[in-house]
C-alpha cells in the first residue's frame, strides 16, 4: 500500500514524522480518513481519537482538538494536545473525569462552557485508554 508523510506537532513539542498508510482524523464535521493521494485540505481536528495505520500496526491517540494541513503527499497534524492511548494514565484520567463532573456539580464560580469541556476531554482520554 502507498504511503505519505505524517507529522504530529503540538505547541510544546513534535511527536511524530513518519510515513504512514492510512489516518483517520476526528474533523469537526464527522471522522475523515486520509490515504495517499489525498486532495489538498485544510480540516478542523474536534476532540475524540486519531488512528493511524503503519507497518500492519495500528496507533491510537487521544486529541483534544486542532487542525489537519493535507498537501501533496503529506499531512501535518496542529492540535492543542495528543497521547497515545498506551500511554494515558487511567486513574489519572478517571480523576480529571471525577474532578470535571464535581465542578459541573456546583455550580458556583465555574464557567460551565470550560467545565463541560474539560469533562469532555476527561471521557475521551478514558475512552481511548480502554483500546
Do not use: W
Request: hydrophobic share 35%; with cysteine.
Amino acid at each position: 500500500m502507498k504511503t505519505f508523510s505524517l507529522e504530529i506537532v503540538t505547541p510544546t513539542r513534535s511527536l511524530k514524522k513518519d510515513d504512514v498508510t492510512y489516518l483517520r482524523c476526528p474533523g469537526m464535521d464527522g471522522l475523515f480518513g486520509v490515504l495517499s493521494g489525498h486532495r489538498d485540505a485544510l480540516i478542523a481536528l474536534n476532540l475524540g481519537e486519531i488512528k493511524i495505520s503503519q507497518d500492519n500496526n495500528e496507533l491510537i491517540y487521544a486529541t483534544s482538538g486542532g487542525f489537519a494541513e493535507i498537501s501533496g503527499n503529506k499531512v501535518e497534524l496542529l492540535v492543542e494536545t495528543i497521547e497515545e492511548a498506551k500511554e494515558i494514565d487511567k486513574q489519572r484520567a478517571e480523576a480529571s473525569l471525577k474532578r470535571a463532573k464535581d465542578r459541573l456539580k456546583s455550580k458556583e464560580g465555574v464557567d460551565p462552557k470550560r467545565a463541560e469541556l474539560a469533562l469532555a476531554r476527561a471521557m475521551n482520554r478514558l475512552s481511548i485508554s480502554r483500546k
